[in-house]
C-alpha cells in the first residue's frame, strides 16, 4: 500500500501489525464466522485488544494509545480487507469511545472505555425506531425523570450489535413531544439493566454483527449515566458521527480491494480463447477502474480525518465518504463477482458475502439521500 511511505514510525508500525492480523487471522475465516457465529467473537476481539488495533484513538488515560483518526482509518481498511464484520467492532469502538471521553463523567468514561479498547466490552448505538431512521430527530422513545435518574421506555428497532452488545448508547426524549432535535438526551444503558430486552432480525448480510430491536421497558438508568447535557443530546452526541462515516468509508473500500485482488490473481489464471482472461481489455478495464475508484475513495476518506485530526469542518466530506464508499465497494464486488464466471455465483467464493455484508452500509448510518442532503446544506450554505 503506497500509504505506507508517508508514515511515521509508530503509524507504519500499528498498521503492518493491523495488516498482519487481518491477512493471517482475520481473511481465512470470514466465510467460516457466518456459517458458524452468530456473535463476533470476544477472544478474537480482546486478541486485536491486546495488538492496540481497537479503537487507538482512545484517550491514553482511558486505556488508549492517543493516536490520530487517520491511523483509524488505515486501521478500518486493513480489518475491512480480512473480515468486513469483525472491522465494525474497531470502527464503532473508535466512534463511540470518542463520544463516551468528551460526553461522559471521567468515571463512566474510564469503566468503559478501558473495557472497550481491551475487546472486553461492546457498544452499541441506539438511534433508529420503528417509525423511521432518516428523519432521526423526530424519536419518540421516553426518557421521564425519576429519584436518581431517568426511567426509559419504548423501542429502538435496526440495531447493530443489539443482542451481543454490553451497553448501548440510547437516544431517548426528555423533552416535550414534537420538540425535534431539542429535548433529545443520550443515556449510555447497560444491557443487563432490569427491564432491557432484545430481538436478532432474519438479514440479507452482516450476521457476525447482526442487528436487532431493543426493548426498554421502564428501564432506570442513573443521572451520571447521562452523555452530555439534557435535552442537548442529540446536537452534542451527533457531532461525533462525521468521524465513522470516513471510518466506514474505509472499512468499505477495504471489502473492495480484497476482492479485486482476488480477480487479479484469478484472471491472470483462468483462460479463455487460448489466453489468460488477463489478456483481454473486456475484462482488466473494469478491474482497473474499481482500482481507480477506490484510490480515489481511499484519498478522500484520509483527507477527511486529516481534517477532523486538524480539528477544521469535515461534515459535508464525511458525508461524501459514507455515500461513495459503501456504493463503490458493491459496484466494484459485484464486478469481480461477475468476473469469477460461474465460480462468483456459489457460495464458495467470498464475493456474495462481501457484497451482502457491504451493501447493508449503503443504508446503516445514513443513506445515500440523507448523506446528499447534508452535502447539498453544507455547500448551499457556504455558498449562499
Ligand atoms: C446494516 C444496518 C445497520 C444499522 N445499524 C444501526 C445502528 O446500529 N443504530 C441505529 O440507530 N440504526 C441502525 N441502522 C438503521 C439505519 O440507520 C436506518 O435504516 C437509516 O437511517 C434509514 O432509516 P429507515 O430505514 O427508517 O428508512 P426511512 O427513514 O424510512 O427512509 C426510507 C427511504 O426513504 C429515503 N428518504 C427518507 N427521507 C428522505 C428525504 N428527505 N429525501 C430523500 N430520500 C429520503 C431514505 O433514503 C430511504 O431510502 C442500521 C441499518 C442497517 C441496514
Known amino acids: 500500500m503506497a500509504v505506507n511511505q508517508v508514515l511515521t514510525d509508530d503509524q507504519r508500525a500499528i498498521l503492518e501489525a493491523a495488516e498482519t492480523f487481518a491477512r493471517e487471522q482475520l481473511l481465512p475465516a470470514y466465510q467460516a464466522r457466518e456459517k458458524q457465529e452468530a456473535k463476533l467473537d470476544?477472544?478474537?476481539?480482546?486478541?486485536?485488544?491486546?495488538?492496540?488495533?481497537?479503537?487507538?484513538?482512545?484517550?491514553?488515560?482511558?486505556?488508549?494509545?492517543?493516536?490520530?483518526?487517520?491511523?483509524?482509518?488505515l486501521l478500518a481498511e486493513a480489518m475491512g480487507y480480512g473480515d468486513f464484520n469483525v472491522a465494525y467492532a474497531p470502527v464503532s469502538a473508535s466512534l463511540l469511545s470518542q463520544i463516551i471521553a468528551a460526553h461522559a463523567r471521567p468515571e463512566i468514561a474510564?469503566?468503559?472505555?478501558?473495557?472497550?479498547?481491551?475487546?472486553d466490552a461492546l457498544v452499541a448505538v441506539a438511534l433508529t425506531e420503528p417509525r423511521g431512521g432518516s428523519d432521526a430527530a423526530q424519536l419518540v422513545l421516553q426518557a421521564t425523570r425519576c429519584d436518581g435518574g431517568?426511567?426509559?421506555?419504548?423501542?429502538?428497532?435496526?440495531?447493530?450489535?443489539?443482542?451481543?452488545?454490553?451497553?448501548?448508547?440510547?437516544?431517548?426524549?426528555?423533552?416535550?413531544?414534537?420538540?425535534?432535535?431539542?429535548?433529545?438526551?443520550?443515556?449510555?444503558?447497560p444491557t443487563d439493566?432490569?427491564?432491557?430486552?432484545t430481538t436478532r432480525f432474519d438479514d440479507l448480510g452482516?450476521?457476525?454483527?447482526?442487528?436487532?430491536?431493543?426493548?426498554?421497558?421502564?428501564?432506570?438508568?442513573?443521572?451520571?449515566?447521562?452523555?452530555?447535557?439534557?435535552?442537548?443530546?442529540?446536537?452534542?452526541?451527533?457531532?461525533?458521527?462525521?468521524?465513522?462515516r470516513a471510518l466506514l468509508g474505509l472499512q468499505c473500500i477495504g471489502?473492495?480491494?480484497?476482492?479485486?485482488?482476488?480477480?487479479?490473481?484469478?484472471?491472470?489464471?483462468?483462460?479463455?480463447?487460448?489466453?489468460?482472461?488477463?489478456?483481454?481489455?473486456?475484462?482488466?478495464?473494469?478491474?482497473?477502474?474499481?482500482?481507480?475508484m477506490i484510490a480515489a475513495i481511499r484519498q478522500l476518506c484520509h483527507h477527511t480525518l486529516r481534517l477532523r485530526d486538524a480539528g477544521l469542518p469535515h461534515t459535508a466530506e464525511a458525508a461524501m465518504c459514507k455515500w461513495l464508499g459503501p456504493k463503490t465497494a458493491v459496484d466494484v464486488i459485484h464486478q469481480c463477482l461477475l468476473?469469477?464466471?460461474?465460480?462468483?455465483?456459489?457460495?464458495?467464493l467470498p464475493h456474495q458475502q462481501r457484497l451482502r455484508d457491504v451493501m447493508g452500509m449503503e443504508i446503516g448510518d445514513g443513506t445515500a439521500q440523507i448523506m446528499k442532503l447534508i452535502i447539498a446544506r453544507d455547500r448551499s450554505a457556504a455558498r449562499s
Request: aromatic share 12%.
Open 110 to 119: 474510564d469503566r468503559w472505555i478501558r473495557r472497550m479498547v481491551a475487546g
Open 339 to 348: 468476473t469469477h464466471g460461474h465460480y462468483g455465483w456459489s457460495k464458495d
Open 193 to 197: 439493566s432490569k427491564g432491557v430486552t
Open 255 to 292: 471489502a473492495a480491494q480484497a476482492s479485486l485482488d482476488e480477480t487479479w490473481r484469478y484472471v491472470n489464471e483462468r483462460e479463455a480463447f487460448g489466453q489468460t482472461l488477463a489478456a483481454f481489455q473486456g475484462v482488466t478495464f473494469p478491474l482497473a477502474e474499481g482500482e481507480t
Open 206 to 244: 452482516g450476521w457476525v454483527v447482526g442487528r436487532g430491536s431493543v426493548f426498554y421497558d421502564d428501564v432506570f438508568v442513573p443521572e451520571d449515566h447521562r452523555l452530555g447535557d439534557e435535552g442537548g443530546g442529540f446536537r452534542q452526541v451527533m457531532q461525533g458521527f462525521d468521524y465513522s
Open 150 to 189: 431517568y426511567l426509559l421506555r419504548g423501542e429502538k428497532n435496526s440495531i447493530s450489535m443489539a443482542d451481543q452488545s454490553d451497553a448501548i448508547i440510547t437516544f431517548a426524549r426528555s423533552g416535550p413531544a414534537g420538540g425535534g432535535a431539542r429535548g433529545v438526551s443520550a443515556f449510555l444503558v
Open 42 to 73: 470476544r477472544a478474537l476481539l480482546r486478541e486485536m485488544g491486546a495488538l492496540g488495533l481497537i479503537a487507538p484513538d482512545a484517550p491514553v488515560e482511558y486505556g488508549g494509545l492517543g493516536l490520530e483518526s487517520f491511523v483509524c482509518g
